[in-house]
């Protein structure tokens, strides 16, 4: 009999054992816990980038960023829903006895395509890390942590990113990330988006992310008419980087309108209660000038706290106006508020 009771009982002891170490398990690794980290190989020398690298950079700005030793340049993963999320951080050396203010950096692209992880490849064509790395060095100097999402979409799951749907968690638990460090002011947390980053920084906004200030390089306001002005990019239907937002928004057919407006900002300007600066270029290819124009236009009808600065002539992240661009997001973001 007492042996009866006690098999009937074990899978209940199993399961209770399961469930204790799961939550254990989840307990250990809570939203926003780094859970390893590894300085990153050096950024590769000016003269192996390929055309665009060495267009996209000076040598003497490049150069700074690949030789400097004040910050350290980490790969490190962190959790977010479960999951190992890789990430980017750059921080100082010494941090001393201050605590720094810091910057959460939303990259740009889809799946594979503007990755800022070390994958070990080099840096040329569609693979333009070091350059984001150089680029978010440069603000970091300027006294601040920096520190990026790479998104959830790895490996198996690396075309299926959903631009603008739970990866947005991956964005809003950095802060918790940071928040772990003990050299950080986590009252002066700031966040920086470029292109479809921007769009990651106005849903992180509206999600009550709690950061000082926000600014936009070339970022998309409006998802449908931004993808109605690319069809080569082929967003839709997919292409080698994506499958496509018919084959990963749910029930696309009939819900496509409500997914767009979703990610739109111009849509829900009164939810963006963050000062925002937009940065933009009039003659960007990528993302249309008309994007911040109808961004600044619904958020002035709001009455909302923002600045747009648009550059007469550059590329879509402004590298021909960096230390300007630069100057103006630090000013930004060290504005008393």
Request: hydrophobic share 40%; aromatic share 10%; charged share 25%.
């Amino acid at each position: 009999m007492r042996k009866g009771i006690l098999y009937c009982l074990l899978p209940l002891i199993w399961l209770l054992a399961y469930v204790s170490a799961c939550v254990l398990a989840a307990a250990q690794e809570a939203d926003g816990k780094i859970l390893n980290s590894k300085v990153r190989s050096p950024l590769p020398v000016y003269e192996s980038l390929d055309d665009f690298g060495q267009s996209y950079f000076s040598r003497a700005a490049y150069e700074e960023a690949r030789t400097q030793t004040q910050f350290d340049i980490l790969d490190f993963t962190y959790a977010s829903d479960g999951l190992h999320v890789p990430g980017v951080l750059i921080k100082p050396k010494e941090p001393g006895t201050r605590k720094w203010p810091a910057i959460i950096f939303n990259r740009g692209g889809n799946g594979e395509l503007g990755s800022i992880r070390d994958n070990g490849q080099p840096c040329r064509g569609m693979n333009t890390s070091c350059l984001d790395v150089a680029d978010l060095y440069l603000i970091a100097k300027a006294g601040f942590v920096v520190i990026a999402s790479d998104y959830r979409y790895q490996g198996a799951t690396v075309k299926r990113d959903a631009w603008g749907g739970v990866e947005v968690d991956d964005v809003v638990n950095l802060v918790p990330a940071l928040k772990s460090l003990d050299f950080v002011d986590p009252e002066r947390i700031y966040m920086l988006g470029l292109s479809r980053g921007g769009t990651m920084t106005y849903l992180a906004i509206k999600r009550g992310v709690p950061i000082k200030a926000a600014a936009v390089i070339g970022g998309v306001t409006d998802v449908k008419v931004w993808v109605d002005s690319r069809p080569e990019m082929n967003l839709v239907n997919g292409n080698r980087f994506i499958d496509g937002f018919r084959n990963i928004w749910p029930d696309f057919e009939h819900r496509a309108e409500e997914e767009y407006r979703a990610r739109s900002a111009v849509y829900w300007a009164d939810q963006i209660n963050v000062p925002v600066l937009v940065l933009h270029s009039r003659t960007d290819k990528m993302v249309p000038v008309t994007q911040a124009i109808r961004m600044a236009e619904a958020l002035q009808e709001k009455n909302k706290v923002f600045a747009l600065h648009i550059y007469e002539r550059d590329g879509h992240p402004l590298p021909q106006n960096r230390d300007d661009r630069n100057r103006m997001i630090v000013d930004w973001f060290n504005q008393p508020r």
